[in-house]
């Protein structure tokens, strides 16, 4: 009976588990014949959207499309990242919030920047022929566009390929407005898309009047003037409502290129692209035929400004950023401000004489474009600075940007140290070999070892491998250190190739290293401000020429570096540099890809550091620091020791061949002929030098002859 009940309730045990697994069955089978039945659904739809031949390589190549597109996108975003902070911030560039007048050392005015707190003019009571002149020649969709004008862009770009040079760009108004705002003047792809947000930005902050508004208030217009108030009123002295059709037209030809176009640099050329103003103006329907002759028949005429047609625009610049940190550090409130700086007029135009005359001689032999040059005097005030060859073409100051290698003018830290550190002397021998560290195993310039050499011997010639022996002995971090405290301004990240110049340094902080060596080893910034006051001489900052300043290397090791640095001269890479009666000392440089080329020196009267290169950072062809940066140089040199004492230099033993100074109370003839004022440009000395050539010759032989100049021997520069 027992048995019985088990037996039964094992069979109902069974029944139930075999109606489970028969439910698990049914429901796999039921959910697979489902999925089969929607994959077969699925399919059926997907049928739609299958294309073969024709039809399927436009599908792929629109889908390729949106996927670029998609990446082009994020890789946009990502570099319009620095836009978002520039906006986050809240700030526009302040050049409009101050106005400055710049005086040169002597007290005489040399330029302008920032906008007077006067000028502010309302878009509605300026000439309407100055607006329609600025919009056919700027940008004449400007209030059809959302900030970029595509039609224009491609427009432009279809023209630069064609070689067509057209009076329009591609940048709309709104992205020159951004440029002025937010950005430099650096012309980089990253640049330009950053440029492109920022339009986008303002676009969707700012009405089309109240950019417009700022475009005029903002763009600088030459001569040291921002905004069209202060081009009017400095050009034509007038205020901007009462300009003429033919003022309003030169005004807007400014825009693009306003030092090339600035009417008193080059007033035909002025006159020129007012003319295309005024087409551009027809074209556009503006202007009637007849109104366009009639401006042509009264041309505009600028008012005598010939004192500010050299004005020392980069310099300009730069001191602008320099005074506006020292107003602003010292919490003045004021917008008008006087600011004494220590440039020299006549050495300004010496330093760019040189620069542009070599740059073109060189250019096609050479593959080199730009070049720059600071010059200060001994204790470091700047003389001279040259930031490009040409300032209405580029704005870029290449003078004080920290983005280039020095080469082997680096190697003045590499063996200051040496002789700090390790007792050694010019004269002590070292042994050039094959050195490597892990493995890198630097080479001379020219391949071989020169074996027993001297300290001296091994510096001029720019022996990469003693250079490298050196920093392993004194090590690489106190070379870093040196070179910061003697003056480079940027970080970099200290290598095993640092002692052959693998950093970033700016051609002001070279010149302010070279300083210390005419500076007897002393601490020598370079600045360019010795005062601050405002219009009504309420003082706000000065220098103090008597402060202490520490010393950074021994008498000994300037000695020595001194000595060496004259051997460059004399008898190593920087023959070419050499001006005969003046104690001459340098370094030249060269990158081992040929992007850079520099020539550092100093006499006993100056310091200057030349650069040559090219902004996108094409090799040159084989541009070394001996050649045009270092006749560069020797021009500027040249120049800057006529007509003024000249001073030895500590530690190097040399008499002056001849010292030419001008003393107005001598009237003989020797002197007047070989004496030149020192407002004389360097082109009309090179004339009366010729002359008077020309009539010593012919007043001893009778005849007419001219001494040519023994040219300087070619020697192999380093890497």
Known sequence: MQDSFYIKKKRKKRSGMLAVDAYLDSSLYESSQSLRRGWARFQDIMLIFHVSGFKRLFVEIVSDGLSFFAIGCVLMVALALPAFDATAAGEFNKAEGYSVLFLDRFGNEIGRRGIRSDDSV????MPDYLIKAT?????????????????????????????????QGGSSITQQLAKNLFLN???????????????????????????LKLYFDNAYMGGGNFGVVAAADYYFGKKVQDISLAEAAMLSGLFKAPTRYAPHVDLAAARSRANLVLSNMMAAGFLTECQVTAARRHPATPIDRVADANSPNYFLDWAFGEAKALIESHNHTGNNFVVHTT??????KYAEEAVVSTVRE?????????????????????????????YGKSQFNRAIVSNRQPGSSYKIFVYAEAIEQLGLTSNDRVTDRPVCIGDWCPQNYDRNYKGSVTLASAFAQSLNTVAVTLSIKTGRDLIAALSHRMGLQADYPVTRSLALGVASVSVLDMASSYAVMANNGLKTPAFGITRVSTLSGEP??????????????????????????????????GR?????????????????SYRDAWFCGLTGNYVAAVWFGNDDYHPTNRLTGGTLPAIAFQKFMAYAHTNIEIKPVFGVDFVPKQTIVADADTNTTDTAASARPLSLT?????????????????????????????????????M
Do not use: C
Request: net charge negative; no cysteine; glycine share 8%.
């Open 185 to 211: 003047s650096e012309r980089t792809i990253e640049r330009k898309v950053i440029e492109a947000f920022l339009a986008v930005w303002l676009e969707w902050h700012y009405s089309k009047d109240q950019i």
């Open 362 to 390: 060189g250019t096609d032999r050479y593959d080199v474009e730009q070049a720059a040059m600071v010059v200060t005097d001994t204790k470091g005030a700047i003389r001279a600075m040259v930031g490009g060859v040409d």
């Open 576 to 592: 070419r540099a050499d001006v005969p009666g003046v104690p001459v000392l340098g370094k030249s440089g060269t990158t081992s």
């Open 540 to 573: 706000i900052f000065s220098i103090d020429p008597d402060a202490p300043r520490e010393r950074l290397l021994s008498e000994n090791t300037v000695a020595n570096m001194n000595v060496m640095l004259r051997g460059v001269v004399t008898g190593g890479t």
């Open 122 to 125: 309302a878009l509605a009571d």
């Open 682 to 718: 360097p082109e009309a000395a090179r004339k009366l030098v010729i002359l008077t050539n020309l009539f010593k010759a012919g007043a001893s032989e009778g005849v007419v002859t001219t001494e040519a100049r023994a040219p300087v021997p070619v020697t192999s520069e380093e």
């Open 343 to 348: 440039i020299d007029t006549t050495l300004q």
């Open 135 to 167: 919009l056919s020649t700027e940008d004449r969709r400007f209030y059809d566009h959302f900030g970029i004008d595509i039609v224009g862009t491609l427009r432009a770009i279809l023209s630069n390929a064609g070689g067509d040079s057209s009076t």
